[in-house]
């Protein structure tokens, strides 16, 4: 499937008549609500999976490769809106940047000086604890943080933690994935090769592993553009869903590290297991999307409540682990004890949340800001006219809706 910025068509009134489509037949108010707590309920996830490790807990099950499972959740669904935003809202390269980097830089500044200042905490309260456990993620600080930031913390294998701040790994690969997509969609046939090819340079092949479910979320999002709502069909992707679900709980979380072992793909050695869950995700998806007119009223009374959660989902996903840090560091509570984790479990959710209210409203501060600097860099008017893809090779003169 070729993905286009006007969907599955080109030009003129077909072009119009796709983005209508995907603008007001997919994403209805009950589709929305359910992508809202499908994206909440994976962020919950990862924290409960992380909060069964070790450092923080003995006598629970092991949950740690339910977070993986939410990670190519989260990778369907980032795929799956991204293509929407960029058939709805931001229409060229220059507009999709500034929107992308906003909504990152809004939660990952405040996650690096949140990680920063709760590891220095952990460590002078119990140096041990800290050390046995992410000592080797505290060397070369400034190093980190700047691959962090620039999204090259998994380039080539190499996973660069920042500090104690695992989950960070993920951006490492979700963010290339924007631009492999920009790039391919917004650019002409000669930049678009050069620049998709000097990405592979920067970030190395192993990413493409995982790539798989980025793609298929969007392209997902052009299926469903063209699969009316059908009870038969969402029953049996819910059955479809429920049995690949059971599957998952009966291998615990596992579903096909044990067959074949490439450790040597870092992040990406589990992708086996990504792609299965991957389907099941879609498949998921696929049964709310035909069933939504049957279940909308249900849905629709959660609005509000999936509007509030929803939007600290982020924010969850990137500050949870060094909050889980800091309090075993301050508290020393027993690992065995349920009613302690829960608590631990419930007051770091809190937090993230209150967090998420200074943070992610800051999303159109960090848009402003970046155009500012933007107008600022040397030659402008070129860098602007390359973002906004009106500068071909060749010619500056050719227009600027034209696809490769």
């Given at each position: 499937?070729?993905?286009?910025?006007?969907?599955l068509?080109?030009?003129?009134?077909?072009?119009?008549?796709?983005?209508?489509?995907?603008?007001?037949?997919?994403?209805?108010?009950?589709?929305?609500?359910?992508?809202?707590?499908?994206?909440?309920?994976?962020?919950?996830?990862?924290?409960?999976?992380?909060?069964?490790?070790?450092?923080?807990?003995?006598?629970?099950?092991?949950?740690?490769?339910?977070?993986?499972?939410?990670?190519?959740?989260?990778?369907?669904l980032?795929?799956?809106?991204?293509?929407?935003?960029?058939?709805?809202?931001?229409?060229?390269?220059?507009?999709?940047?500034?929107?992308?980097?906003?909504?990152?830089?809004?939660?990952?500044?405040?996650?690096?000086?949140?990680?920063?200042?709760?590891?220095?905490?952990?460590?002078?309260?119990?140096?041990?604890?800290?050390?046995?456990?992410?000592?080797?993620?505290?060397t070369?600080?400034?190093?980190?943080?700047?691959?962090?930031?620039?999204?090259?913390?998994?380039?080539?294998?190499?996973?660069?933690s920042?500090?104690?701040?695992?989950?960070?790994?993920?951006?490492?690969?979700?963010?290339?994935?924007?631009?492999?997509?920009?790039?391919?969609?917004?650019?002409?046939?000669?930049?678009?090769?050069?620049?998709?090819?000097?990405?592979?340079i920067?970030?190395?092949?192993?990413?493409?592993?995982?790539?798989p479910?980025?793609?298929?979320?969007?392209?997902?999002?052009?299926?469903l553009?063209?699969v009316?709502?059908?009870?038969?069909?969402g029953?049996?992707?819910?059955?479809?869903?429920?049995?690949?679900?059971?599957?998952?709980?009966?291998?615990?979380?596992?579903?096909?590290?044990?067959?074949y072992?490439?450790?040597?793909?870092?992040?990406?050695?589990?992708?086996?297991?990504?792609?299965?869950?991957?389907?099941?995700?879609?498949?998921?998806?696929?049964?709310?999307?035909?069933?939504?007119?049957?279940?909308?009223?249900?849905?629709?009374?959660?609005?509000?409540?999936?509007?509030?959660?929803?939007?600290?989902?982020?924010s969850?996903?990137?500050?949870?682990?060094?909050?889980?840090?800091?309090?075993?560091?301050?508290?020393?509570?027993?690992?065995?004890?349920?009613?302690?984790?829960?608590?631990?479990?419930?007051?770091?959710?809190?937090?993230?949340?209150?967090?998420?209210?200074?943070?992610?409203?800051?999303?159109?501060?960090?848009?402003?800001?970046?155009?500012?600097?933007?107008?600022?860099?040397?030659?402008?008017?070129?860098?602007?006219?390359?973002?906004?893809?009106?500068?071909?090779?060749?010619?500056?003169?050719?227009?600027?809706?034209?696809?490769?």
């Amino acid at each position: 499937m070729k993905l286009s910025a006007c969907g599955l068509t080109r030009h003129g009134s077909k072009c119009k008549r796709a983005l209508y489509s995907a603008k007001d037949d997919l994403m209805t108010p009950g589709m929305s609500v359910f992508l809202d707590l499908l994206r909440f309920f994976a962020a919950v996830t990862v924290v409960l999976g992380h909060l069964c490790q070790g450092p923080f807990s003995t006598g629970w099950p092991n949950f740690a490769p339910l977070a993986a499972l939410s990670v190519a959740t989260f990778f369907v669904l980032s795929g799956f809106v991204i293509r929407y935003v960029s058939l709805n809202r931001d229409h060229q390269l220059f507009d999709f940047t500034i929107a992308r980097l906003a909504r990152i830089y809004s939660v990952l500044v405040p996650a690096i000086v949140i990680t920063a200042a709760a590891d220095t905490v952990s460590y002078y309260l119990d140096h041990a604890y800290y050390l046995s456990n992410w000592g080797d993620n505290a060397t070369w600080p400034l190093l980190r943080i700047l691959a962090c930031l620039t999204f090259v913390n998994e380039a080539y294998g190499y996973d660069i933690s920042l500090f104690s701040n695992v989950p960070t790994w993920s951006l490492g690969y979700e963010v290339p994935f924007y631009f492999f997509y920009a790039f391919a969609v917004f650019l002409h046939k000669g930049r678009r090769v050069v620049a998709i090819g000097l990405c592979m340079i920067a970030t190395g092949p192993h990413l493409f592993v995982l790539m798989p479910p980025w793609i298929a979320g969007a392209c997902l999002f052009d299926v469903l553009r063209k699969v009316p709502p059908s009870s038969r069909l969402g029953a049996l992707s819910a059955v479809l869903f429920g049995c690949i679900a059971f599957a998952t709980f009966h291998s615990r979380f596992d579903l096909a590290s044990h067959i074949y072992s490439f450790h040597w793909l870092g992040k990406s050695a589990q992708f086996l297991t990504y792609y299965i869950w991957t389907i099941a995700t879609c498949l998921l998806i696929l049964s709310i999307h035909c069933l939504e007119p049957h279940i909308r009223g249900i849905l629709l009374q959660m609005k509000k409540v999936s509007t509030i959660l929803s939007s600290s989902t982020f924010s969850i996903y990137l500050y949870h682990f060094p909050l889980l840090v800091l309090v075993y560091s301050i508290w020393h509570y027993d690992r065995g004890s349920t009613a302690a984790k829960l608590l631990v479990f419930g007051s770091v959710l809190i937090s993230c949340f209150v967090l998420s209210r200074w943070t992610e409203a800051k999303k159109r501060s960090w848009a402003a800001g970046l155009r500012w600097i933007a107008s600022q860099v040397p030659a402008a008017p070129v860098w602007e006219s390359v973002l906004h893809g009106r500068f071909w090779l060749g010619s500056s003169s050719l227009p600027s809706n034209r696809q490769g």
